[in-house]
């Protein structure tokens, strides 16, 4: 196989859960362990607190639950956008926020790597009050979000108390996962479908597109 320098170096991926495969996914070979948790809760299929280990041999990222007799079902309420092979809407099936974090305009943007965003790919990234910053990027935003979300339960911080900062477009798809998850302010670099918007400001969302549109609930934007 010929290798080309510059390239990202994309590689299909199992997951698996108490030994049943999940998902097939081609993504990059970092943050494995990091994509497991946060695919789990973006997904709405394991709470962060129930997963016992995560294991990666090869190719394959294999957890384990501290229940393996539960069935493991993602709430699907929206697809679109990256992956989806159907279209279909159930709003009552998203999760509602509460009042949520509030922020200063000055922590809603980030520096993402211009090298991945140079060879088409995306990054994420979460921002706290304390100062931590935790980064992620993949092939597809939706796989960066899981990443970094990831690196937040895997630092035993909470994606309520984090802003989300994302390089790509918001799609309802991204709102959801972004509910799942539950941050409560989501800012993007590129403007978000009309459906984002709605069910981001039907769900308590705020979602802003830099440098200084918010399109839905500014009363947490100080």
């Known amino acids: 196989m010929t290798v080309f320098s510059g390239l990202l170096p994309e590689q299909p991926f199992a997951l698996t859960v ?4 999940l998902l097939s996914i081609l993504m990059l070979p970092e943050n494995l362990e990091e994509f497991a948790r946060g695919y ?18 090869h190719q394959t990222i294999s957890v384990l639950t501290t ?16 992956g989806g092979t159907a279209s279909y809407l159930d709003p009552a099936k998203l999760p509602v926020l509460g009042k949520g974090i509030t922020a200063s305009s ?4 980030a520096e993402f790597p211009s090298n991945i965003l140079a060879l ?7 921002r706290f009050f304390d100062g931590a910053t935790f980064l992620a990027s993949d092939l597809s935003q939706h796989t960066a979000l899981d990443k970094v979300t990831g690196l937040v339960l895997k630092n035993g911080r ?4 984090a802003i989300l900062l994302l390089s790509g477009k918001v799609t309802a798809d ?15 670099c590129q403007p978000p479908t009309a459906l984002a918007v709605e069910l ?17 609930h500014s009363e947490r934007i100080r």
């Open 18 to 21: 108490n030994g049943r495969n």
């Open 158 to 161: 909470k994606p309520a108390d």
């Open 106 to 109: 000055s922590l809603l943007a």
């Open 200 to 216: 981001a400001d039907s769900c308590n969302l705020t979602l802003i597109c830099l440098p200084e549109k918010v399109y839905t």
């Open 120 to 126: 088409g790919g995306y990054s994420a990234a979460t």
């Open 174 to 188: 991204t709102v959801r996962k972004t509910l799942n998850a539950g941050y409560s302010i989501l800012s993007s």
């Open 67 to 82: 229940n393996p007799f539960k069935v493991l079902l993602p709430k699907r309420a929206v697809i679109s956008g990256c």
């Open 40 to 57: 789990l809760a973006t997904e709405a299929i394991i709470p962060s607190d129930e997963i016992e280990s995560v294991m990666i041999d």
